[in-house]
T-cell receptor, first 112, second 116 residues
Framework: SQQGEEDPQALSIQEGENATMNCSYK?????LQWYRQNSGRGLVHLIL?????REKHSGRLRVTLDTSKKSSSLLITASRAADTASYFC????????????FGQGTRLTINP | EAQVTQNPRYLITVTGKKLTVTCSQN?????MSWYRQDPGLGLRQIYY???????DKGDVPEGYKVSRKEKRNFPLILESPSPNQTSLYFC???????????????FGPGTRLTVL
């Protein structure tokens, strides 16, 4: 898998349900960040979780990090139509130089 | 309001005609970066800058130039655009902590470039 690879690529759920997206990576990280992008617009930062943290919350968002499995998950609870967007994870890694590497994203659709 | 601005937002041009996309941030951030976003390829970094007069190549720098003469501005220059540079471009900025880890990135609204 690539560094910062999201799964699934697309997810469609009903409003009110919970949405879970996963991110897997290959090399050790300093931190992992989640971003949201509404169609064709700039990315918006959601949460940053450091390598020594296991879980963080922000409103309806819950992010977990399992460094032993090199994976993270983003949970959105009680989804709303406005949550429809693409979600990206970004890993802070060293690849010849310190880099922030973005995955290809999960396209989330919330159906009313 | 803290923000990253990009201009123009939309641009249609022809092969070989030099163009510049401007990027400006008002948050006194040291780090600035340019990305391009293409379907199926995700977000790829073009160039980045750790501070004034310090720039480095990202993953896809060919065909692009940048400069960082002032802290707030980081223009992207396409000297001779080609159709394969048709893409959605984003500028981003952040505070930078001693080259150790990346902080929250603030993104501009994007520039949709079409090269005919």
């Amino acid at each position: 898998s690539q560094q910062g690879e999201e799964d699934p690529q697309a997810l469609s759920i009903q409003e009110g349900e919970n949405a879970t997206m996963n991110c897997s990576y290959k090399t050790s990280i300093n931190n992992l960040q989640w971003y949201r992008q509404n169609s064709g617009r700039g990315l918006v930062h959601l949460i940053l979780i450091r390598s020594n943290e296991r879980e963080k919350h922000s409103g309806r968002l819950r992010v977990t990090l399992d460094t032993s499995k090199k994976s993270s998950s983003l949970l959105i609870t009680a989804s709303r139509a406005a949550d429809t967007a693409s979600y990206f994870c970004a890993t802070d890694v060293f690849q010849g130089a310190q880099k922030l590497v973005f995955g290809q994203g999960t396209r989330l659709t919330i159906n009313p | 309001e803290a923000q990253v601005t990009q201009n123009p937002r939309y641009l249609i041009t022809v092969t070989g005609k030099k163009l510049t996309v401007t990027c400006s941030q008002n948050m006194n951030h040291e780090y600035m970066s340019w990305y391009r976003q293409d379907p199926g390829l995700g977000l790829r970094q073009i160039y980045y800058s750790m501070n004034v007069e310090v720039t480095d190549k990202g993953d896809v720098p060919e065909g692009y130039k940048v400069s960082r003469k002032e802290k707030r501005n980081f223009p992207l220059i396409l000297e001779s655009p080609s159709p394969n540079q048709t893409s959605l471009y984003f500028c981003a900025s952040s505070l930078h902590t001693s080259g150790v880890s990346y902080n929250e990135q603030f993104f501009g609204p994007g520039t949709r470039l079409t090269v005919l």
